[in-house]
């Protein structure tokens, strides 16, 4: 037993273990998941499913993405994509990925663009700290004109 917690340890902090092997947080593919929200919405949320930390509890390879998807050739007009900290989450710097970085702090971060033209995609890759790699959760909001989208999109994270 000891054995088998020393040898996740020290690969923990070699950083070669993700945090789903430790048995830290959910995983599925190493690419980012496109899941559906209501059918109302012509939109996608794009979110992480695997990641790794590294043994300070930062996320490797730059940090997480998050963003939206057009699943429709119409466009729309002020688009924000917000996510927001709930539980044990910090972040740092953010590049913006179709459009630019409207707000951020420590707790929030915010992507805006006047015109989400059709079959776009609007996000960000933000430096994530976890202050809990075994409980950690956020909020995301959208908010825009011209469609029937729900402006709470829902959470991402682990219990």
Do not use: E
């Not at 496109?34 to 109302?40: A, E, F, N």
């Amino acid at each position: 037993m000891n054995r088998t917690r020393t040898t996740v340890a020290a690969l923990a902090a070699a950083g070669v273990v993700t945090a789903a092997q430790l048995g830290l947080a959910g995983a599925a593919s190493a690419a980012p998941t496109v899941t559906s929200t209501s059918s109302g919405c012509p939109i996608n949320i794009v979110y992480p499913t695997r990641f790794y930390v590294d043994h300070n509890g930062w996320v490797t390879n730059g940090g997480l993405y998050f963003g939206i998807k057009s699943k429709t050739s119409k466009s729309f007009k002020k688009v924000t994509f917000t996510v927001t900290n709930v539980k044990n989450l910090r972040f740092g710097s953010a590049t913006a990925k179709g459009g630019r970085i409207s707000h951020k702090t420590s707790q929030t971060v915010s992507v805006y663009t006047s015109t989400f033209k059709g079959k776009a995609s609007l996000g960000f890759k933000v430096r994530t700290h976890l202050l809990n790699t075994r409980s950690y959760k956020l909020k995301l909001t959208l908010h825009g004109s011209g469609w029937n989208c729900a402006v709470n999109q829902g959470t991402w994270g682990s219990r």
